[in-house]
C-alpha cells in the first residue's frame, strides 16, 4: 500500500482513502473489535443526528449528565483556539467519532487532523462531519508516514489512556509538532500514584462485569507524576486538564474504571 504523503503540506494521498477516510496504516481488527464492543455495551455507539450536535446531548441521550461535563471542557478549549490565528494545523489523536474536531471546525476556520486506529468510528465522523476542513486518517501515529514538525496543536482527548506507554506517546507526538507546538491533554483520568492500583482493580471489575475482560488489557492507568516528570524534563508546552469530575473521589469513582 502506498502511504506516501507531502510532507511539507501533509497532503494525503487520495488512492489510500476508503470511504473517505485515509488509511495509513494496516487496519487491526483486534483491538477495534473489543473497543467496538465494549462502547456498544456502554451505549457509546451514537447515531449521526446525535453526534453532528456533540457535546451538547439530546434528552435521550444515555450519558446527557457526562457529555454536560464535557461540554464544558470543549467550551473552555473552543475559547482558548478562538484567541490565536487562523488556519492551524491540528492533530486530533485518538478522535473515535471525531466529535471534538467536527464541532470546533463549524465556528473555527483551522485545519484538523482526526487521528483514530477505529475504522467504523472514524467512517462515521467522516459522514457526519463532512467538511474540507477536517480529514479523518486511519494511522498508528508510530509507524505512519506523518509529518515531522508539522503541528501546531496536538489534542489527546479521552484517549491518553489507551496508549501502552504514555512517555513514548508524548516524546513521539513533539517529534510532530512545531517548535512552539502545544500538545492538550483533555478529559483523560490521571490518578495519585496511591490511587492507581485500585483503580486497576476497578477496571478489571469493570470490564468483567460487562463481558469483556481482555478490554483492561487496553486500558493502562496514568499517574499525575507522569505529567510531572514530563514537565520537569522540559515540556513546558504540555497543557494537562483535569476533568472537572476528577476533584472528588465519589465522582471520580463514576468516570474512572
Ligand atoms: C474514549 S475514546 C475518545 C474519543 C474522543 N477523542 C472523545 O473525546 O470522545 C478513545 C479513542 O482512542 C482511540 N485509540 C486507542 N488507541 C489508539 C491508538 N494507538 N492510536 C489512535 N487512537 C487510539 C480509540 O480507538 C478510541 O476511539
Redesign the pocket.
Known sequence: MDTKIKMDDFELNPEVLRDDVYILTEINNE??SI?LNV?AKEK?IYTDNELINLPFPSNNNPHKKEWNI?AKSYNRFKEYLRQKKDNLSIL?????????SGQLSKSLNHNFYC????LA?LKQGRRVFNSEQIKFIY????TSDIPKAFFDVV?????A????DFKKLINHIFTLSKTNGEIHI??SPFYLETEVNDAKKRTEKYYQSLGFPEMAN?YFHRSIWDIKLLKQSGYNNLRFYKRPEQRTPERRNRWCK
Open positions: 483491538f477495534e473497543y462502547r457509546r464535557r486530533d489523536l485518538g478522535c473515535g467519532n471525531g466529535w471534538f487521528v483514530d486506529v477505529n468510528e494511522a498508528d501515529i508510530f489534542i489527546i482527548n479521552a484517549a489512556q489507551y496508549f501502552t483533555i478529559d487496553n
